[in-house]
Nanobody, 131 residues
Framework: EVLLEESGGGLVQAGGSLRLSCAVS????????IAWFRQAPGKEREPVAG????????GYSPSVNGRFTMSRDNAKNTVYLQLNSLKPEDTGVYYC????????????????????????WGKGTLVTVSS
């Protein structure tokens, strides 16, 4: 069974930073692409960052490119999302997700549109950015 558990959310002022963590169990980074999605109140869920199982490369949606950085620690089976230069519109629940199809995962991330979903999801962590 694949389990993902997010942590690190909280309240931060605009311009500030946060680091989210996602502990992954039951899945190898060589087999599953991992992505971060977010859902703002009243809006659809959107992918924001991902890391490919094929080559370990990262990708970002246009809305966060240059501000967010995704990384992974293979020894800890944990992925991270560093959120910098936060804006009020970054507010939302951030979800970590895993999928065997790295091609579809990275297409979703780079377009910023959830088209196929993911195989497994965490429960999410709330990020609130105040103005």
């Amino acid at each position: 069974e694949v389990l993902l558990e997010e942590s690190g959310g909280g309240l931060v002022q605009a311009g500030g930073s946060l680091r989210l963590s996602c502990a992954v169990s039951g899945a190898s980074f060589d087999t599953y692409a991992i992505a971060w999605f977010r859902q703002a109140p009243g809006k659809e869920r959107e992918p924001v960052a991902g890391i490919s199982s094929h080559d370990g490369k990262t990708g970002y949606s246009p809305s966060v490119n240059g501000r967010f950085t995704m990384s992974r620690d293979n020894a800890k089976n944990t992925v991270y999302l560093q959120l910098n230069s936060l804006k009020p519109e970054d507010t939302g629940v951030y979800y970590c997700a895993a999928d065997r199809n790295y091609v579809q995962t990275m297409i979703q991330v780079r377009t910023g549109v959830e088209k196929w979903g993911m195989d497994y999801w965490g429960k999410g962590t709330l990020v609130t950015v105040s103005s």
